[in-house]
T-cell receptor
Framework: AQKITQTQPGMFVQEKEAVTLDCTYDTSDQSYGLFWYKQPSSGEMIFLIYQGSYDEQNATEGRYSLNFQKARKSANLVISASQLGDSAMYFC?????????????FGGGTRVLVKP | KAGVTQTPRYLIKTRGQQVTLSCSPISGHRSVSWYQQTPGQGLQFLFEYFSETQRNKGNFPGRFSGRQFSNSRSEMNVSTLELGDSALYLCASAILAGGPRGTQYFGPGTRLTVL
């Protein structure tokens, strides 16, 4: 079975500073994808970034980067230059890449509050 | 391109009733998945449909069912509602399965309250 752990239930970050959100995962499968989603108070889950288990480079998408350390089974999200609009819940998720299925297993989430 | 749409956005039902939620995926996406989000259990996978076939199913009772139509639109049905079914139900669509093309894009959700 797969498991995602996000150990930070909540954190404050100063506007314009960088913040790192922790995510560790557990799986015996070799082929998997790791995702980060943002959920504002409106409820919609917004896709931020994807990292494949065989990708050698860390993924980046604008102000978002994923610090992927495969041996440690961690996939931390780094948000650079935080903005007030970054205040939200952030979820790390994993998908096992098999012949069938897009099932995502989610962590418990981290609530981020950006202070002006 | 329009995003994933879900209807209705809010729903109030009483115990014992049944409910049907609808999801229209992004155009060209053939995979539709459903998730339940509650404060206590977090985000849990319900099931996934691909080309009108259920491909994956989570650990939920048989009261939860779904289907997908030929145009990829999907419906989820919950029968004999219980108080614990109160949740945000999220639908997500993807082009295919696995890898970047398996990236799921979510709709705004349907918030179901069971009284």
């Amino acid at each position: 079975a797969q498991k995602i752990t996000q150990t930070q239930p909540g954190m404050f970050v100063q506007e314009k500073e960088a913040v790192t959100l922790d995510c560790t995962y557990d799986t015996s499968d070799q082929s998997y994808g790791l995702f980060w989603y943002k959920q504002p108070s409106s409820g919609e889950m917004i896709f931020l970034i994807y990292q494949g288990s065989y990708d050698e480079q860390n993924a980046t998408e604008g102000r978002y980067s994923l610090n992927f350390q495969k041996a440690r089974k961690s996939a931390n999200l780094v948000i650079s230059a935080s903005q007030l609009g970054d205040s939200a819940m952030y979820f790390c998720a994993m998908q096992i890449i098999k012949a069938a299925g897009n099932k995502l297993t989610f962590g418990g989430g981290t609530r981020v509050l950006v202070k002006p | 391109k329009a995003g994933v749409t879900q209807t209705p956005r809010y729903l109030i039902k009483t115990r014992g009733q049944q409910v049907t939620l609808s999801c229209s995926p992004i155009s060209g996406h053939r995979s539709v998945s459903w998730y339940q989000q509650t404060p206590g259990q977090g985000l849990q996978f319900l099931f996934e449909y691909f080309s009108e076939t259920q491909r994956n199913k989570g650990n939920f009772p048989g009261r939860f069912s779904g289907r997908q139509f030929s145009n990829s639109r999907s419906e989820m049905n919950v029968s004999t509602l219980e108080l614990g079914d109160s949740a945000l139900y999220l639908c997500a669509s993807a082009i295919l399965a696995g890898g970047p093309r398996g990236t799921q894009y979510f709709g705004p959700g349907t918030r179901l309250t069971v009284l």
